[in-house]
Structure formats: structure tokens, C-alpha cells
Nanobody, 117 residues
Framework: QVRLVESGGGLVQPGGSLTLSCVVT????????MGWYREAPGKQREFVTS???????QQGAPAKGRFSISRDNDKNTAYLHMNSLKPEDTAVYYC???????????WGQGTQVTVSS
């Protein structure tokens, strides 16, 4: 099973940008579909975006038009690039890795993103 560590969260003003990183250890990221989810206070965890092992991207409603995902297999890292941030983007952002072979999933511990002036 792989271990995921997110970083890059913090406080940002509305309209600002932030890039989150998800470093994977324990196996090569090339064998995993990578995704980002978020959980706002009092709400259920929701899908943000994902990138498959074959670089196919899917976007959830929160991501469309403002967020993008990328992966660097050489660095064993996935990224979430967020632009035009809004206060409603405030949440804990979680990285998810799903094996392309077994469908087993692993989650990171989450990183807090707060959008506020």
C-alpha cells in the first residue's frame, strides 16, 4: 500500500492561486490513478478532479474552469493547480491514489485551504 502526503495548503485571498502537491511513497505513481477530493466543514467529501495512469483527466463541478490536475511520474507527485479561488473553496483537500491493477485506494491526511480576505 502506498503512502500519500499532501502539502501546499494555506491561507489565500479571494481571487488568488494555490498549488497543492501529493507525494507518493511505497510504489511508483505510474501504476495509480490520482485524484483530489475536498471536504468543507459540515459537508460531505466531494470529488474535485482526477488524472488516470494514462493521463486522462476528469473534472468535478468544483474544478471546472478554475482548477487543473497534473502528475509527474518521475517525481512520484500529483498536483492540484487552483486559480480564482473563492471563499467557498475553503476545505480540507485530500489526495487519493487508486491502483490501476487492483483498484485498492489510499488517502492522504489532507491539507487545509482557507480562502479569506
Amino acid at each position: 500500500q502506498v503512502r500519500l502526503v499532501e502539502s501546499g495548503g494555506g491561507l489565500v485571498q479571494p481571487g488568488g492561486s494555490l498549488t497543492l502537491s501529493c507525494v507518493v511513497t511505497g510504489n511508483s505513481i505510474s501504476a495509480y490513478h490520482m485524484g483530489w477530493y475536498r471536504e468543507a466543514p459540515g459537508k460531505q467529501r466531494e470529488f474535485v478532479t482526477s488524472i488516470s495512469s494514462g493521463y486522462s483527466v476528469q473534472q468535478g463541478a468544483p474544478a471546472k474552469g478554475r482548477f487543473s490536475i497534473s502528475r509527474d511520474n518521475d517525481k512520484n507527485t500529483a498536483y492540484l493547480h487552483m486559480n480564482s479561488l473563492k471563499p467557498e473553496d475553503t476545505a480540507v483537500y485530500y489526495c487519493n491514489a487508486r491502483s490501476a491493477y487492483t483498484s485498492m485506494e489510499s488517502w492522504g491526511q489532507g491539507t487545509q485551504v482557507t480562502v479569506s480576505s
